[in-house]
């Protein structure tokens, strides 16, 4: 086999996707110090990291809302690091709804924040 037909092989037997039965969803509201410590951004890198979906913004009241979409342990690692968030950030408190999976993020943002 060639060198091009070998990455070829390789770039088309990546994991395929989970059926839309088997992905669920997740709403968190994260509390405690988690404004102003990049707690938004290191969130949306570690979920890009996971390969979920969703979105990420901060609320009036000094929390951080979040919601996002895909498999069940890639989730349950967010919502872990989520407990810890960035090294700056001190979290006192974490939310956590699981919700239907809707399929409706194409990637996961930093949304506006409610002011």
Sequence with gaps: MTAEAEMSEE?????????????????LFISGKVQGVWYRACTQQRAVELGLTGWVRNLYDGRVEAVAEGPHDALQALIDWCHRGPDLARVVDVETEWVDFTGRFDGFEVAASLR
């Design 11 to 27: 770039t088309t037997s990546a994991v395929p996707e989970p059926p839309a039965d088997e992905l669920e969803g997740v709403h």
